[in-house]
């Protein structure tokens, strides 16, 4: 279609461009208009389109975030657009009248949406967008209204940029694997009372063990309670078949192998849970005077990282081949038989890892996998357990008593060497869990709390 042009009020001139994609208004001025029955309403002077009017700095929407220079529906009003200085932040309509922040369609003391999904209007369209100042007002073919300041639409934007930020800094926070050689640098020591007492040293602690996989929390009194108030002070502890708690001592007939005083190998706890528990905290309340009983530890995802560099065709196989992980035993007299199957590593919608499967005791017998993947799996996973072991991945060290050793369940392998008791001493340390969901809950709420004091003392 050719260029159409229009006199608007005060006769200020703007130009009209139609194309397939957008319907683009130029304007210098405060108007009201319409495109293809969109309203299109701005104040202040700016641009639409691909042609751009110069507009001085201070008649531009200025938010300490992008410049925001002018705004765009699409024909088919599905997209919204707001152009910027540094590029242009999309929309989808259908999102904007889904996420309304209104009294009506949302409940701010519980951050939830109030909007009836069994009589939203799927098919709902914008009949009119303005753009005053910071703030976007909609109004909708379902007779409601919108309003949108800027710095919430950007901090949502749909850019690349946004999403991982959001997904690496909020959701699930960044890692930092290592091999033996980086362990001293990234292992993080916290004190118990300042863990306990102190809400930064309360972050502090969980943001290395989310970010490294471990941290060491010391001088904790010799108390069999300790390991449960720290886990309270961060959310609630995660009960398993063992019970809230559990005791690592070398007991006759037990039928969990981490109960003998031989050599345990490397693995992760529990990989026969579906929700396996996320964080292992292990106190020393006793340790063993003699040679032995030290931990070991290795990053499954540094190991696991290396495979997919460096050998693709393992590190496929260990992340496709489902195994058969089971726990069949007794605790304290009750009975149990846990399954579940699941590969050696998992990996995310993103192709990051976010679980490591790996315990040869509870490795099932039965292998539902195609016989002709088992001898190609079994070379695999040789692969992987040879370098866990490796002197470059795996690290060995002696906790001391009044340490709690805290570490990623889900990432990091661990082990203990073979130990011999003395008489009338046995060592003895006392194990729980935490949730990663809680933990992450835990590390959100804390990083906002101490935002905003720190802003208060700021403002005093």
């Known amino acids: 279609m050719p260029q159409q042009s229009l006199i608007i009020k005060h006769y200020y001139k703007a130009t ?61 009003r599905d997209i919204l657009a707001l152009d910027t200085d540094n590029n242009t932040l999309k929309f989808p309509t259908i999102w904007l009248r889904d996420n309304c922040q209104c009294p009506a369609c949302f409940q701010r003391h519980s951050q939830s949406r109030t909007i009836d999904w069994g009589k939203f209007d799927f098919g709902v369209k914008p009949l009119s967008a303005k753009l005053v100042e910071s703030e976007l007002t909609i109004e909708w073919s379902d007779n409601h209204r919108s309003n949108f300041t800027l710095d919430w639409l950007i901090e949502r934007s749909f850019t690349e940029e946004k999403r991982k930020l959001f997904r690496n800094k909020i959701y699930r926070f960044e890692r930092t694997t290592w091999g033996a050689d980086e362990f001293g640098k990234y292992l993080k020591k916290f004190d118990y009372k300042s863990v306990l007492n102190e809400d930064s040293t309360l972050l502090n602690w969980l943001e290395s063990l989310t970010k490294y996989g471990v941290a060491i929390v010391t001088n904790v009194p010799a108390k069999n309670n300790s390991n449960k108030i720290l886990t309270e002070r961060v959310a609630f502890t995660r009960r398993t ?36 528990p996320g964080a292992n905290l292990l106190h020393c309340l006793v340790q063993s005077q003699g040679k032995g009983g030290e931990s070991q530890l290795a990053d499954g995802f540094h190991v696991g990282n290396y495979l997919k560099l460096h050998e693709p065709e393992s590190y496929k196989i260990l992340t496709k081949t489902l195994v058969d992980w089971s726990d069949v035993g007794h605790e304290n007299g009750d009975h149990f038989h846990s399954l579940h199957q699941a590969p050696v590593l998992c990996e995310d919608e993103f192709g990051d890892l976010v679980r490591v499967n790996f315990s040869q005791p509870q490795r099932d017998s039965h292998f539902n996998a195609p016989l002709e993947q088992v001898i190609l799996w079994y070379e695999a996973v040789g692969l992987f357990t040879k370098l866990l072991y490796s002197p470059e991945n795996n690290v060995t060290f002696k906790l001391a008593e009044g340490d709690i050793l805290t570490f990623d369940n889900l990432r990091l392998v661990h082990g203990r060497s073979a130990y011999a008791d003395t008489t009338g001493r046995e060592r003895l340390l006392i194990g729980c869990y935490l949730d990663w969901d809680e933990i992450y809950s835990r590390i959100r709420v804390l990083r906002k709390q101490l935002k905003r004091s720190k802003e208060m003392n700021i403002g005093q």
């Open 16 to 76: 009209l461009v139609n194309n397939v994609t957008n319907c683009r208004l130029i304007l210098t001025t405060s108007y009201v208009t319409r495109c293809e029955g969109v309203s299109l309403t701005l104040r202040r002077k700016h641009s639409l389109g691909n042609q751009q009017i110069p507009v001085s700095k201070q008649k531009r929407v200025a938010l300490g975030n992008p410049e925001i220079n002018s705004l765009t529906l699409s024909q088919k």
């Open 241 to 276: 078949h063992y019970g809230e708690e559990f005791t690592v001592i070398a007991k006759d007939g037990t039928t969990n192998v981490a109960y003998l005083s031989s050599t345990l190998p490397l693995h992760t706890d529990l990989p026969y849970y579906h929700y396996a």
